[in-house]
């Protein structure tokens, strides 16, 4: 995707300076359709401003840890023909953190122990949840709190989301 991601942090005397300005290194492609860029990982709440070590430089499940937040964007090619590889599956429901549920309507359908804010920076998409689904395009937010829900891309182009996952008390 080629995003900039600029770092802030501080100097041996406590002032702020920029300690990473570049493209975020850390890009996956896990499967044909989705490409995702890590910017940043807490592992506990509050979050350790100190040191300078690149916390956006690892791998990650889909959720994060308990006391943690994830910060990364996620572009989602077109569905085409509405199929949904194996691998696409495997990513979205059973990647680290994300459960699918029995019966589910989509095959990425998945629920994390976690609220997670998305915003919409370009392209449409559609949540699906249980028995809804709401139509997104750029510039919408989305406040998803631990729900059930799947990201179906039924247009033409990619969609890219920015999203913030924050551990959170599972919902029964």
């Known amino acids: 995707m080629g995003i900039r991601r600029v770092v802030t942090g501080h100097d041996d005397n406590g002032k702020a ?3 990473f300005d570049g493209d975020a290194p850390n890009v996956k492609s896990p499967t044909s359709g989705i490409e995702s ?20 430089n690892m791998d990650v499940a889909i959720a994060p840890g308990p006391g943690g937040a994830i910060f990364r964007v996620v572009e989602f090619g077109p569905e085409g023909d509405g ?8 990513y979205l429901s059973k ?7 029995e019966g589910a309507r989509h095959p990425g359908m998945h629920k994390t122990s976690s609220i997670d804010y998305a915003v919409i920076m370009e392209g449409e998409i559609d949540m ?7 139509h997104l395009q750029a510039g919408d937010v989305v406040v998803q709190r631990g729900t059930v829900h799947a990201w179906a891309n039924r247009g033409t182009g990619p969609c890219k989301i920015a999203f913030i996952l924050i551990d959170a008390v599972p919902v029964p």
């Open 95 to 101: 990647a680290g953190g994300a459960e699918q549920p």
């Open 83 to 90: 199929e949904v590889s194996q691998d696409e599956l495997d």
């Open 37 to 56: 860029t890590l910017f940043w990982v807490n592992e506990t709440t509050p979050a350790d401003n100190s040191g300078s070590e690149d916390s956006g």
């Open 128 to 134: 699906l949840m249980d028995d809804t689904e709401v």
């Open 17 to 19: 300076v920029v300690i």
